[in-house]
């Protein structure tokens, strides 16, 4: 969390390279853009555990850095087409999305289902207890 001219960013460091922009919130909640996902819930949580106002995401993606950009690079989430993203815009509407993603994990009637996709498995601390790790292979 950096404040910095009467703004608080949250800032998300990547080792690997994504993108900033996202098309729209469905998209996100979708699971197009997960990084912007990830921060965005970042922001929700400082907002709900402080005061403070003018909440930015922002995401480093450290891959991206090299000595042609000399350490410069654009890190605000934004929507195509605009330029930043004001928090207070989309508190609520984030609120609820978040809201729901919850209620949907803490529902015993609706199952858990497994990931379908390689990518899905590759970070993950459990691949060695996965009964589908010979199909992840």
Known sequence: IDKRQGHTRVIDYKTGAGTLEYEKLDDVFAGKSPYVLQTLFYCILLDTNSQDTNIEP?????????????????????QAGKSSFVFSDYKEELEK?????????????????????KDACRYCHLIELCPNKKTND
């Not at 891959?63 to 410069?72: F, I, Y």
């Not at 978040?98 to 497994?114: A, E, H, K």
Request: proline share 7%; no cysteine; charged share 15%.
């Open 58 to 78: 922002h995401i480093y993606f450290l891959r991206n850095l090299s000595a042609e950009t000399k350490g410069v690079l654009p890190t605000a989430v934004h």
């Open 97 to 117: 999305r978040f809201r729901q993603v919850i209620r949907q994990m803490l529902d015993p009637s609706v199952p858990f289902t497994q990931a379908t996709t």
